[in-house]
C-alpha cells in the first residue's frame, strides 16, 4: 500500500504508511531484510519527491544496509546518486555511478540506466561536455533490450541537451518521448514531453498540445485524488474487517491463505514459464541472426580491406616503374585483384610497431613520382588513448580512402591531417584531384568504410561541392 500511494504521487500518505509497516518488521530476522530494503527506499523515494534531501540520503543507506540481492542494491544505489546529483554534489554521483557501472556490465539495462546517468551527470556539472554519444549508446541498447521505460528516459535526456543547442533535434526526441510515454502509459513522462512540445513546435501545434496538456494534467489531479480516498477507504475497511471478525477467521485464516497463494503461485509460475520460453526463443533467433549478418560482414571486410587493397598496392608500386609497366605480370596481379574479392583469410595482426609508424607507411606507400603524400600531426600522444578496435578500424578507412585515390582521383597532392579536440580525435583529407560528382556510391569500399566508422560511433562527411579535388573528415571518440 505505501509503494502503491508513493506511485500514485501521495508522498505524504506514503511515507505514512511505510513507517507503520515498519513495525510489522523485525530488523534482527534476516527473512525481512528484503521487505525492510524495499520499505526503506519507498520511504526514500517518497521523501525525495518531498525535497527532503538529507533524510532521503539517510533512508536509501538504510535500504541499501539491509539489501541482500545485488540489483536492488544497485537500484537503491542509483536513487541516492539521484539526489547527490539533485543537491549538485556532482562527485559523489559519480563515484557512486562508477561503483555500480563496474559491477553491471553483464545487465544491459542497469548498464544502460547507469551510463546515462554518469553522461548526464557529467553534463549537469560542466557544461561543455558532450553527452550524446553515450546517451545514443544507452538508448541503442535499450532499443535492443525492447527497454521502453528506458527508452523514455533517453529521449528525455536528448530532447533536455538539444533544447539550448538545436530546437529541432530537440523537437524530434520530444515527439519520441511522447509516443513511447503513451506506449507505456505514464502519464507524468507525457504531461513532461507535452511540456517539451509546447515549447518547441510552431504556434499551431503549441495550441493543440496545450489543450491536450491541460486535459491530461486535470485527468492525473482527479485520479491522485481518487487514489488517495481508495486507499484511506481500504484502511479503514481493513481495520474494521479485523476488529469484527478476528475470532471468526483466526481458525480458517491460515488455511484460506495458503489455497489462495498456492492458486497464485502455480498461475505465476505457468505465466512466468510461458514468458521465459517466449523470450528465450526470440533471444536465440536473434542471436543466430546476429552471428549469420556479422560473420558475412567481416568476411566481406576482410576480403576488401585485406586483398584487394593489398594488390592494390603493390598494383600501383609496379606501375611507378617504368621498367614493369607493360609486363604482362602486371596485367595478372590486377585480375587477381578483381577475383579477390570473393575470398577472405585471417589476417596476422603485428603488435610490436607502433600505431603511429604503421598509419606513416600506410599513407607514405601510396606516395609516387606524380603523387605528393603530406601528413600532419600523426604524432604517438594523439593515439594513446585510443581503443585497439579504433586503430584497427581507423587503419582500415584510410587504406580504403587511399585506395580510391590512387585509382580515381587522378590527385597530385594529399594531405591528411590530425588533431584532437576534446574527446574526439578528427582527421581530414583533402585532394586536389577530380573529385566526386554528386553523392559517393555506396559501393562495397564505402559500404564498409561505414560500417567501419558506425563499429566505433564515429561519422564521416564527403564535402564534394569543392571547386576541385575531395575533402573528407573523419571524427570518433577517443575511447
Same mark, same amino acid.
Do not use: C
Given at each position: ?21 515498519? =513495525? ?7 527473512? +525481512? +531484510? ?28 538504510? %535500504? ?38 563496474? $559491477? ?15 553522461? =548526464? ?18 538508448? &541503442?541498447?535499450?532499443?535492443? !533490450? ?9 529521449? %528525455?535526456?536528448? *530532447? ?13 526526441? *520530444? ?9 507505456? $502509459? ?21 495550441? +493543440? ?40 477467521? $483466526?481458525?480458517?485464516?491460515? $488455511? ?32 543466430? &541472426? ?9 568476411? /566481406? ?6 586483398? *584487394? ?6 598494383? /600501383? ?72 578496435? *579504433?586503430?584497427? !578500424?581507423? !587503419? ?10 590512387? =585509382? +580515381? ?13 576534446? &574527446? ?48 573528407? &573528415? ?6
Amino acid at each position: 500500500m505505501a509503494i502503491l500511494l508513493t506511485n500514485a504521487g501521495d508522498y505524504f500518505g506514503g511515507q505514512e504508511t511505510s513507517i507503520e509497516a515498519n =513495525k510489522y518488521l523485525n530488523e534482527s530476522d534476516t527473512s +525481512h +531484510h528484503y521487505y525492510l530494503g524495499s520499505n526503506y527506499n519507498n520511504l526514500g523515494i517518497a521523501t525525495y519527491n518531498l525535497k527532503d534531501y538529507d533524510n532521503s540520503l539517510r533512508l536509501y543507506d538504510s %535500504a541499501i544496509k539491509f539489501s541482500d540481492d545485488s540489483l536492488d542494491t544497485y537500484m537503491y544505489l542509483n536513487n541516492k546518486a539521484k539526489v547527490y546529483q539533485e543537491i549538485k554534489d556532482y562527485k559523489s554521483s559519480l563515484k557512486i555511478y562508477d561503483q555500480i557501472l563496474a $559491477k553491471t556490465s553483464k545487465n544491459e539495462q542497469e548498464y544502460a540506466r547507469v551510463l546515462t546517468n554518469i553522461a =548526464k551527470t557529467k553534463w549537469l556539472e560542466n557544461s561543455q561536455y558532450d553527452p550524446v554519444p553515450q546517451f545514443l549508446k544507452s538508448l &541503442q541498447i535499450r532499443k535492443k !533490450e525492447n527497454d521502453l521505460w528506458g527508452q523514455n528516459s533517453s529521449y %528525455a535526456n536528448l *530532447a533536455d541537451y538539444y533544447i539550448q543547442k538545436q530546437s529541432d533535434s530537440a523537437l524530434f526526441y *520530444a515527439n519520441k518521448m511522447y509516443k513511447v510515454a503513451k506506449e507505456i $502509459k505514464s502519464a507524468d513522462d507525457q504531461l513532461e514531453a507535452l511540456q517539451k512540445l509546447i515549447k518547441l513546435s510552431q504556434p499551431k501545434e503549441t495550441k +493543440h498540445f496545450f489543450n491536450v496538456y491541460e486535459k491530461l494534467n486535470d485527468s492525473v489531479q482527479t485520479a491522485r485524488s481518487a487514489a488517495k480516498n481508495q486507499f484511506a477507504l481500504i484502511r479503514y475497511d481493513t481495520e474494521k474487517s479485523k476488529a469484527d471478525n478476528l475470532v471468526l477467521q $483466526k481458525d480458517n485464516e491460515g $488455511k484460506r491463505y495458503q489455497i489462495i497463494i498456492l492458486i497464485i503461485g502455480i498461475l505465476l509460475i505457468i505465466i512466468a514459464g510461458t514468458l521465459w520460453y517466449k523470450k528465450r526463443k526470440q533471444r536465440l533467433e536473434l542471436q543466430a &541472426q546476429n552471428t549469420i549478418r556479422e560473420n558475412k560482414l567481416k568476411t /566481406s571486410q576482410k576480403v576488401h580491406d585485406v586483398v *584487394a587493397n593489398g594488390l592494390y598496392r603493390i598494383m /600501383s608500386k609496379l606501375d611507378n616503374q617504368e621498367t614493369l609497366k607493360d609486363n604482362p605480370i602486371v596485367n595478372e596481379i590486377e585480375e587477381l585483384y578483381e577475383q579477390s574479392r570473393d575470398l577472405s583469410y585471417e589476417k596476422p595482426k603485428s603488435k610490436n610497431q607502433d600505431f603511429q609508424d604503421k598509419i606513416f607507411e600506410l599513407l607514405k606507400s601510396f606516395a609516387s613520382e606524380n603523387t605528393r603524400v603530406i601528413l600532419v600531426g600523426n604524432s604517438a600522444t594523439l593515439w594513446e588513448k585510443v581503443s585497439e578496435q *579504433a586503430k584497427d !578500424e581507423i !587503419e582500415h578507412i584510410l587504406q580504403e580512402l587511399m585506395v580510391n585515390m590512387g =585509382k +580515381h582521383s587522378q590527385a597530385s597532392d594529399v594531405v591528411i591531417k590530425f588533431e584532437q579536440v576534446q &574527446q574526439k580525435i578528427n582527421i581530414f583529407y583533402t585532394d586536389n584531384g577530380i573529385g566526386i560528382a554528386g553523392k559517393p556510391q555506396p559501393k562495397n569500399g564505402l559500404t564498409n568504410t561505414g560500417t567501419r566508422i558506425d563499429a566505433i560511433s564515429g561519422t564521416i562527411i564527403f564535402d564534394t561541392k569543392v571547386e576541385k579535388g575531395l575533402k573528407i &573528415q573523419i571524427s570518433f571518440p577517443v575511447s
